[in-house]
């Protein structure tokens, strides 16, 4: 690809920015129905919506995220910019001009980016191309929200695509790094870093082997992780051509060595799961011996004709000729690696320096609230305060989170009171309670020493001030972990 270069990235996003292409902007121009629609990739309501108009906005929006043909003259006008200008982005014929690639608003918080990519298969009617890059989708943007964000000297961004990642960690990163093994995804990266005025170090190749003998206080990932398929099936952002789930644990074993004391790793990963009692066999022998904290958590599972129905419509597939046949393919080769099921989730590592690293191995498909990030690094600092001083615990001011609520259930002519405590923001862990875990919540002030909150509610249950001490503990670490107290 030869996407523009020179100034016209830094001078295409000014111009955007001035039009008010971005997300809250063009949610206003398309009202909530048709902006609703587009957030699911469909466009119909989108283009009833835009028909006739020529306003600058419009013919933006109409060229660059609903893929429609528009006037060469006034496009031009819209974006101070001649056609001849913006090649590879645009292809013009009869006086007509039709975008390339996908140029979107992209908002997250206080920041305002703009991102090129390939358009999907919902926006052409047709299967992508095994070369295809993909834009924002739900998997990117879990992961940034699920990212932690210290301030940092180095930071790696694995597997960039068109640079998402890459572009969060330039906001709190002094390098950035970001590595892919196709030469158009860091074609797009490139363009994009420009677009938004932030430099990459954009390197080319596989995994790790880019920065051999390196090491990052932050790397993340959103690999192409998808587990069997075929290789007439193959697509460079989702199939690394390894086998079963072989991706994931390379990057996983491989990344210890890359990682600075107090270093983080965050991905999303796939595995296959063999024995459906134990969906973390595989990711735990993952993080065995690499010495590093690791909290693996499960969001979802497949089974593999449901997994392969997911990838081929992901592809545009579902509606092509050859569809039973890379079905039929596809299941092949998941019988033959005895699959019962696919996970889906994230694995936090962390380079902790203890002989015996925390891990944690959980299934959690309840809705998330995003950002859960704070959720993330929550956990790892209640696992650092308990190994070094468990009953120091006891002498700290604990108080209840912002969002905690208590409920309890009975059901219709029962007498059974079920108590369970819920949070409505980060992960929204909701669970039972019992009566001293509850009475010891109500009395957490986050002023008086914890241990007072204990002893009050050991004369309430009637347990002697010793027991209640003793088993406070795992109940405060447990509250503690999923943030219903601070």
């Known amino acids: 690809m030869r996407l523009p270069g020179g100034d016209l990235p830094a001078r295409l996003a000014d111009r955007l920015h001035a039009l008010d292409y971005t997300v809250e902007g063009v949610r206003l121009l398309l009202g909530p129905v048709a902006a609703g629609a587009l957030d699911r990739e469909e466009v119909v309501p989108a283009t009833r919506t835009l028909i006739g108009d020529e306003s600058p906005l ?235 904290d690791a909290w693996v958590i499960q969001r979802d599972v497949q089974d593999p004709a449901a997994y392969v129905e997911t990838w081929l419509r992901d592809a545009g597939q579902q509606t092509s000729d050859g569809y039973r046949a890379a079905y039929d393919a596809w299941m092949t080769v998941l019988d033959s690696r005895r699959v019962l099921g696919i996970g889906f989730g994230l694995i936090t590592l962390r380079r902790g320096g203890r002989e015996a690293p925390f891990q944690r191995f959980q299934h959690a498909a309840q809705e998330w609230v995003q950002p859960v990030a704070p959720d993330v690094e929550r956990w790892f600092a209640v696992q650092d305060v308990f190994a070094a001083d468990p009953s120091g615990v006891l002498l700290r001011p604990i108080r209840v989170g912002p969002d905690v609520v208590v409920e309890q259930h009975r059901e219709v002519g029962g007498s059974e009171v079920v108590t369970l405590i819920r949070r409505a923001t980060g992960m929204a862990w909701t669970g039972p309670i019992d009566p001293f875990g509850l009475d010891v919540l109500d009395a957490l002030d986050g002023v008086r020493p914890a241990a007072e909150a204990v002893l009050g509610a050991a004369v309430n249950q009637g347990v002697t001030p010793e027991e209640a001490l003793a088993a406070s503990l795992p109940v405060l670490r447990q509250l503690a972990e999923e943030g219903f107290v601070l």
């Open 58 to 292: 419009s013919l933006v929006s109409r060229a660059f995220m609903l893929g429609e043909g528009v006037d060469a003259r006034l496009l031009e006008g819209a974006l101070g910019v001649a056609v001849d200008e913006l090649r590879d982005l645009v292809v013009e014929a009869d006086g007509v001009v039709r975008a390339s690639v996908e140029l979107a608003p992209y908002g997250v918080d206080d920041h305002n980016w703009y991102v090129a990519s390939d358009w999907s298969s919902r926006r052409t009617g047709r299967p992508t191309r095994t070369e295809h890059v993909l834009g924002v989708g739900g998997a990117s943007t879990m992961l940034a929200q699920c990212t932690v964000r210290p301030d940092v000297d180095r930071a790696l961004d694995i597997g960039t695509g068109c640079g998402v990642q890459a572009l969060h960690l330039a906001g709190h990163s002094r390098q950035v790094v970001a590595t892919d093994v196709s030469r158009r995804c860091l074609d797009l990266a490139a363009f994009n870093a420009a677009l938004n005025q932030v430099t990459l170090d954009l390197r080319q190749g596989s995994l790790l082997d880019p920065v051999a003998g390196e090491q990052f206080d932050l790397v993340v990932s959103n690999p192409p992780f998808v587990i069997g398929s075929p290789e007439s099936q193959r697509h460079d952002y989702r199939d690394s051509g390894l086998d079963g789930d072989g991706l994931c644990a390379a990057l996983v074993r491989g990344v210890a060595d890359h990682l600075t004391e107090g270093g983080w790793c965050q991905l999303l990963a796939n595995w296959e799961i063999a024995d459906g009692d134990d969906w973390a066999q595989h990711p735990r022998s993952w993080v065995a011996d690499g010495g590093l």
